[in-house]
């Protein structure tokens, strides 16, 4: 068997920020909703009625898991009264995606958002999503993440301590390059490629597949690793490319949408079990609006960062994407074992 391999205009802006405006008026009459049909729940004696829950993510503030991150905040804050504090630590300064994963894990860090792949490493099911095109927009990919077969994925994380609040997107990976070797216009241009990952096996299996050298890095170091030539290329969505400014170190961007980057949204589970069942229902609350403003941003961005990394001076390359299908299907074969009922 092969061995096992994740600007705005000015009228865009005024719209994200009343989905943010409306999203906060919404928390609020959700947590009053929560607070009012749990408040026989409030009576029961709760382990922890004040606590500060530190969430930690690699991307910076720009990110749309950010800003999703803060209107998560806002609403937990809000609807506790101020008894639960939620603390951002963007840019990796908690650990790496990986490390923050593990901290969740072994109760040293309380929240994190990944991509799925990067939880596989625990959660094996929550791997399935960066199989290369499986979804083919983001309306497919979110009723597959909110349905009744994904819920039977969720409970798998909690033999690992872990509680799925939701899933947010981070849109659908693409390959940019550095000047020295040029564009992706055709399969063959990938060949020997040095591609920065993430640690997901999938995505390292698919770019096997693609005839390149992929290797994991930590993302809150990429930059400087591109920089100063560790990789000539790396993959990530289009709205994590523009708001993290790789293009200041790459030139040209190929839009391959090879693999969907879903983002479980997670909590400890030894944290959870300790809130009351009304604290449990603001936080869910607080997940869901996070969760779909999260979703609308990144979409609208991938819609919409095209034409702004193209006026930063990106070179943007569409590949016949039917020859990067057939090149990845036997991706499927090798984790046919793995994920055969899923498929």
């Known amino acids: 068997m092969v061995k096992i391999r994740k600007i705005f205009n000015g009228f865009a802006a005024v719209l994200v920020c009343c989905s943010v405006i409306f999203s906060m008026s919404a928390c609020s009459k959700k947590n009053n909703d929560a607070k009012k049909s749990s408040s026989s729940a409030s009576k029961k004696a709760a382990v922890i009625t004040d606590y500060e829950i530190k969430l930690g993510f690699s991307t910076n503030m720009q990110d749309p898991r950010a800003e999703a991150a803060a209107l998560f905040k806002t609403c937990v804050e809000e609807g506790t009264g101020g008894h639960i504090r939620v603390t951002l630590y963007p840019e990796g300064k908690l650990g790496s995606d990986a490390e923050l994963i593990t901290s969740v894990i072994e109760n040293t860090v309380d929240m994190t958002i990944s991509s799925a792949g990067n939880?596989?490493?625990?959660?094996?099911?929550?791997?399935?999503?960066?199989?290369?095109?499986?979804?083919?927009?983001?309306?497919?990919?979110?009723?597959?993440?909110?349905?009744?077969?994904?819920?039977?994925?969720?409970?798998?994380f909690e033999s690992y301590n872990m509680v799925v609040l939701g899933y947010f997107d981070n849109g659908f990976r693409c390959v940019t390059t550095s000047k020295n070797v040029g564009p992706v216009n055709k399969v063959a241009d990938m060949k020997d490629l040095v591609i920065r990952t993430s640690q997901n096996q999938i995505v390292m299996e698919t770019m096997y597949s693609l005839k390149t050298i992929p290797k994991s890095y930590p993302f809150a170091e990429l930059k400087d690793a591109l920089r100063n030539g560790l990789f000539s290329?790396?993959?990530?969505?289009?709205?994590v490319i523009y708001n993290n400014k790789l293009y200041e170190v790459q030139t040209y961007l190929a839009i391959t949408n090879h693999s969907y980057d879903a983002m479980p949204l997670t909590i400890r589970k030894e944290l959870w079990d300790s809130f009351s069942e009304e604290y449990q229902a603001i936080i869910k609350e607080?997940?869901?609006?996070?969760?779909?403003?999260?979703r609308k941003l990144v979409k609208k961005q991938t819609e919409d960062y095209i034409d702004e990394l193209k006026k930063v001076g990106m070179i943007i390359t569409y590949p016949d994407?039917?020859?990067?299908?057939?090149a990845t299907k036997n991706v499927y074969d090798v984790f046919e074992p793995v994920y055969g009922n899923l498929f």
């Open 119 to 156: 939880y596989a490493s625990y959660v094996t099911p929550a791997g399935y999503s960066a199989m290369p095109f499986l979804f083919s927009d983001f309306e497919e990919a979110w009723a597959f993440f909110d349905s009744e077969e994904n819920q039977k994925i969720n409970k798998a």
């Open 233 to 239: 290329a790396q993959e990530n969505p289009i709205p």
């Open 286 to 294: 607080a997940a869901k609006l996070a969760q779909n403003l999260d």
């Open 321 to 326: 994407l039917e020859e990067f299908k057939e």
